[in-house]
């Protein structure tokens, strides 16, 4: 079990963090609206001028490369040097990395230049941060051709010297060394724009009030499941339409709720693999 989990949620309400997203405009809207009903405080500032003041008032940074341009990425890497300077840990999102050369190498280019905490993607776009080749259609990862995503995230955490996070039908979180796989969620979560961006977030969130950032990502993935699978549950069993403000009231009352011990397996099916045992 993850320790100090259940708290967490509530620490959220009491704390409200502020966190200063970079994030795509397709998305704007429902990450903000995320962010309130968990507890925490949005920003959106992109500007690069005030990139670096924002940066550093802010309790986590979450850097997103949905909708992409050249004046984002020296934004994003103002506001991460700053976040760097000043404690602030720092979410990075790399939307589409392999769709595009140019998306591929702004990722890089942040990493390179900013000391990221925790990296959330799905399995190609991580697969492409290390030079693998994975399927991906757009900015989505396609269905065949994606690595274990254990052995994925264990790679990538490594070369990349950062928490990686793949997101799926099951979540995989790592630091290289341990781990953790949280199984959860459900389907329609890829059938709403932004629920990933959202959960980058989330997890950044969770990080601004748990300086164990491996746990707080875990945690974050974990309840992030839940409150998918209540969504569903709420909604009456119907679709992207009902599911999606029935998801955000789900955020809202994570607090009230406990997460299953067995949703987040710590060591049966990352034994062997020099993880958490």
Known sequence: MIPNMQHLPRAIKQRRPLIHNMTNVVVTNFTANGLLAIGASPVM????????????????????????????????????????LHGVPVMLDPVGAGATAFRTKSALAILR????????GNAAEIAHLIGESAGIKGVDADDTGE???VDLAARAANRLGTIVAITGKEDVITDGSKGYVIRGGHPLLTRVTGTG??????????????????????????FYGAAATRAFEAGG??????????????????????IDEEAIVCHRALAGRGFLQ
């Open 113 to 120: 230049e900013v000391r990221v905490s925790m990296v959330r």
């Open 45 to 84: 500032a992109y500007a690069r001028e005030e990139a670096a003041d924002m940066a550093k008032m802010a309790d986590a940074l979450v850097l997103n490369l949905g909708t992409l341009s050249s004046e984002l990425v020296e934004s994003a890497i103002t506001a991460g040097r700053s976040a760097n």
């Open 237 to 258: 069993f119907r679709g992207p339409g009902s599911f999606q403000p029935a998801f955000l009231d789900a955020l809202y009352e994570m607090d009230r709720y406990e």
């Open 147 to 149: 690595d274990a995503p």
């Open 197 to 222: 961006c959202l959960l980058t977030s989330v997890m950044g969130a969770f990080a601004a009030v748990e300086n164990d950032l491996l746990a707080a990502g875990a945690a974050a993935l974990a």
